[in-house]
């Protein structure tokens, strides 16, 4: 058992883990942006309990946003974030530089995501997907897990990460976690931070119509029930974006509740934009 190490540099990560890798030990990984809270834990804790030894990587990557203001205010709480990770044994923390991670020009591989990543999030955060493929796929290169940890908060990524992973043919498990809620059942996020408590009771209404959205199917088609949700959607003091019931495995629009689908909402709670899903049972 190993006291969790910080490491900053993208050799020194080789160094620590070339014991584990010679015993062909299986290292687990979890990407977060940091700010981290009981979601990106219970990531960890699923690793922790899977994997020989688990690297948390906090690194904001600026390619994934495609406004500045955004990138600028995203929370950043890196020794909080650390005192957390102390409670993990057999955990390496990498925090590396923008400069350690973007080393050279080389354009990222061109992946088609087959229409995955142009719906709901990509159309709304044009770009927004081919920088979170560019920098897991570095993180992955660097890093070679054989495991690799994501929330089911952020649904449409993990089916962008398992398309990266299938076309690059990369040796490596993506392993989907369930979502940890406040007990008002607002999905936890480190946005939340930014929110004021005016605003996170508003918040209140993306759980409360995802629920609405699961509790009424079957007693409406899926377009009347979108319509009926995002009407109690608008009910409250969020600016919504989409408010969609889509397929589960590629996210194109449904016809029926024969098929496996997702409720997918982003909305803006003043200035602070939040994203939930529910898949449908
Ligand atoms: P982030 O730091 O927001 O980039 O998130 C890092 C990882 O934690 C991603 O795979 C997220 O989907 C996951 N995550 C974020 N929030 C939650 C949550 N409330 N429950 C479970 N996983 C989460």
Not at 193 to 222: M, P
């Amino acid at each position: 058992m190993i006291a969790p190490t910080i490491i900053a540099k993208i050799n020194d990560l080789n160094a620590a883990l070339l014991s584990w890798r010679t015993e062909n030990k299986s290292i687990g990984f979890v990407p977060t942006m940091g700010a981290l809270h009981a979601g990106h834990s219970s990531l960890i804790h699923e690793a922790v309990k899977t994997c020989d030894v688990v690297v948390v990587s906090i690194f904001v990557n600026p390619t994934q946003f495609n406004k500045a203001e955004d990138l600028a205010q995203y929370p950043k709480t890196l020794e909080a974030d650390l005192l957390l990770l102390n409670n993990f044994t057999d955990v390496i923390i990498f925090v590396p530089e923008v400069s350690e991670i973007y080393q050279n020009d080389l354009p990222p591989t061109k992946v088609d995501f087959n229409s995955i990543s142009d719906q709901l999030e990509g159309k709304f955060r044009p770009g927004h997907f081919d920088g979170v493929a560019q920098v897991v796929e570095i993180l992955f290169n660097i890093i070679q897990p054989r495991k690799a940890f994501f929330g089911q908060k952020d649904y449409q990524q993990v089916l962008v990460v398992k398309r990266l992973v299938k076309t690059l043919q990369l040796p490596i498990e993506i392993i989907a976690c369930p979502t940890k809620r406040e007990l008002n059942g607002l999905a936890m996020s480190s946005r939340n931070l930014l929110l004021n408590s005016a605003e996170i009771k508003d918040a209140e209404i993306i759980w409360k119509t995802l629920c609405f959205v699961q509790e009424q199917k079957n007693k409406y088609s899926t377009i009347e029930l979108q319509k009926l949700a995002s009407e109690l959607f608008n009910s409250g003091n969020l600016t919504l974006e989409y408010l969609e019931i889509v397929n589960a495995s590629d996210l194109s629009p449904v016809k029926d509740w024969e098929e496996e689908c997702v409720c997918c909402i982003a909305a803006f709670c003043g200035k602070v934009r939040l994203i939930d899903n529910l898949v449908l049972i």
